[in-house]
């Protein structure tokens, strides 16, 4: 990625804001900065807006919505900050902790009432880490449908969007002030655009080869389930202009993604008493850690695989799951009416199958203790018919990049702020600390959602549309 320099260069055309990805992150700051009035331009790399939220099932946590207070559930900003801490243990910024938390709930319900998302609440199990019910997604639990939401209020809102549209390189001045961009057509010409503020929301650095060996070794030969695009140009744009990384040994990892189908497959099962075994028929972890964690731990198994073993009531949350419904349909899911039969349709030893399950069954009575650490109790025991799926571990997104403020803003290592740069989602170290067992479920969209609008809010007040809190 190229800093080029912005003296004597012209522009045949510039706009207020540019925003680079259309992603939710980049969407959502750019529907925040229209709706202030600020001229807007959104430039995809793709023929139609997708990304890393495309990938995902599309699930934003957020505390104290309209949508919670409807269901009754009593959560706040403070219940949510411990849990990002506590899942991080306390190794990310907590002031950018704290603004991501207490916009958490007014940005959920912006895009529900204000900009007619359609989000519902994820009932029926807690994610790890979570102490309330605050999962929001589209109904079909889809990040494909949040996205195409998202853009199609662009028209309306009056914010333009070119796609087939690969930023390549950035204008900029020896102060790290962004003048312009280019971006190259997929026929290979180029063109150029000026702009006034940038936002990057072009996600992190999961799908270059490089710099995950160089940063995240263990994830090296892992299943990159991420969008190919991701290829750190936020982080090598900002680091070349003088800007401050951190925590790039974060990530979201999943040991839960169907093989060789490559489908994502809920952690749900695993959370209610579901387990995973491996080509022994055996147990190898605590799933109850985290399914970002559980990555690398699959990855550590023979044939770097895993069997996900629930039953029939374990798969009755999943039931609403785009990807899940996907899944039975390629034949990824399997079934038995005993765990003979069902480890001898997996291939695995039907002894030490038998065993396993009756060292679980234990565990849930609370006659034995789980040698890893996991608490059983209080779950339903495995009943026929039982259900299985072969998945591996995979990396979804990283979660460290440009260190950024309270508002989105870009700063260098001295904690000054480069003069007219922005950073959400990807693009900017989250809220996961430096290790993967920090990702507590929903991060990337949380910080998504959350830093797109900080950003979008952030950059019209610097071009002088929205006044700050106090001047109101």
């Known amino acids: 990625m190229t800093i080029l320099p912005a003296e004597n260069t012209t522009f045949p055309v ?14 959502i700051a750019a529907l925040s900065a229209a709706q202030a009035g600020i001229e807007t331009l959104v430039l995809e790399r793709d ?19 309209a949508i919670q207070a409807a269901a009754c559930i009593n959560d706040t900003a403070e219940l949510l900050i411990a849990d990002l801490m506590g899942k991080n243990k306390n ?7 704290r603004a991501v938390a207490q916009i ?3 940005t959920v319900d912006w895009l529900t009432q204000d900009l007619g998302i359609d989000l519902t609440l994820v009932e029926g199990f807690l994610y790890p880490g979570f102490s309330r019910l605050r999962m929001h997604a589209p109904p079909r639990r889809a990040g494909v449908d949040l ?9 309306e809102r009056n914010v333009d969007l070119i796609c087939d549209a690969h930023v390549t390189g950035l204008y900029a001045d020896n102060n790290g002030q962004i003048y312009g961009l280019r971006f190259r057509r997929p026929d290979g010409t180029e063109e150029t655009i000026g702009c006034k503020a940038l936002i990057l929301a072009c996600n992190g650095y999961g799908g270059n080869a490089q710099l995950v060996a160089e940063h995240i070794p263990e994830m090296a030969d892992a299943l990159y389930f991420g969008h190919p695009g991701n290829q750190g140009d936020a982080v090598l744009w900002g680091t070349a202009l003088g800007a401050a990384s951190r925590h790039l040994t974060g990530y979201q990892g999943h040991g839960s993604v169907a093989h060789p189908h490559g489908i994502l497959i809920s952690w749900a099962p695993m959370m209610e008493g579901g387990f995973q075994v491996n080509q022994s028929g055996r147990r190898f972890s605590n799933e ?13 198994q023979p044939a770097h695989a895993a069997w996900c073993i629930y039953d029939e009531a374990r ?6 799951f785009a990807d899940y419904i996907q899944a039975k349909a390629s034949g990824a899911i399997k079934t038995a009416d005993t765990i003979e039969a069902l480890a001898e349709t997996l291939g695995l030893p039907q002894d030490a199958m038998r065993q396993t399950v009756t ?3 234990t565990f849930i009575s609370g006659t034995a203790q789980c040698p890893y650490g996991r608490d059983f109790t209080g779950k339903a025991q495995l009943r026929a018919p039982y259900k299985a799926v072969r998945v591996t571990g995979a990396l979804f997104h990283t979660q460290g990049g440009l260190v950024i403020d309270e508002n989105a803003r870009v700063l260098r290592d001295d904690g000054s702020a480069l003069p007219n740069l922005f950073a959400g989602g990807g693009a900017a170290c989250g809220v996961s600390g430096p290790e993967p067992s920090g990702y507590l479920s929903g991060n990337g969209l949380l910080t998504a959602t959350t830093l797109g609008r900080l950003a979008g809010l952030a950059a019209a007040r610097q071009l002088g549309r929205v006044k700050p809190p106090t001047e109101r």
């Open 91 to 97: 190794r990310a910024d907590p002031a950018l902790v």
């Open 47 to 65: 023929p139609v807006p997708a990304g890393s939220t495309s990938l995902s099932a599309g699930m934003i946590p957020a505390a104290g919505t």
């Open 147 to 155: 996205v195409g939401d998202l853009t199609s209020k662009f028209s």
């Open 359 to 361: 060292e679980v069954e």
């Open 315 to 320: 798969e009755a949350p999943m039931a609403e």
């Open 288 to 300: 109850h850690l985290g399914y970002s964690e559980q990555a690398a731990e699959v990855l550590r």
């Open 104 to 106: 958490s709930g007014p």
């Open 14 to 27: 510039t706009v207020e804001l540019a925003v680079i990805g259309a992603g939710a992150c980049g969407a």
